[in-house]
């Protein structure tokens, strides 16, 4: 079971990032999948999240608007698409499978497998 994480990079502030985390070992429709972020010296973040069954999604109250979470299930990979980046959204980027009750979906400590993380920094 593996999940792989990729797409960060660095982008000018107003630019934009379409984050990619392809699963291997497993089916990523019987999971809800999060994206969480960290930087050093604080907790990891949640991001946004998409459900296993109905198609539900989750964001962040300073990532509403601004991204976007989609799933391919026939290339078993969640997209992040992020645009309107700021400097504020500098950090390492996860993405998370779990399937644990979607009430659930914000905390980090309710997700099993993780992926290795991906540096998204925002700077002019």
């Known amino acids: 079971v593996q999940l792989q994480a990729s797409g960060g990079g660095l982008v000018q502030p107003g630019g934009s990032l379409r984050l990619a985390c392809v699963a291997s070992?497993?089916?990523?429709?019987?999971?809800?999948i999060g994206w969480f972020r960290q930087v050093p010296g604080k907790e990891r973040e949640g991001v946004s999240c998409?459900?296993?069954?109905?198609?539900?999604?989750y964001y962040s109250d300073s990532m509403r608007g601004r991204f976007t979470i989609s799933r391919d299930n026939a290339k078993n990979t969640v997209y992040l698409q992020m645009n309107m980046l700021k400097p504020e959204d500098t950090a390492v980027y996860y993405c998370?499978?779990?399937?644990?009750?979607?009430?659930?979906?914000?905390?980090?400590?309710?997700?099993?497998?993780w992926g290795q993380g991906t540096q998204v920094t925002v700077s002019s």
């Open positions: 070992g497993f089916t990523l429709d019987f999971y809800n």
């Open positions: 998370a499978a779990s399937k644990e009750p979607w009430r659930y979906v914000r905390f980090a400590s309710r997700y099993a497998f």
């Open positions: 998409s459900s296993d069954s109905d198609g539900g999604t």
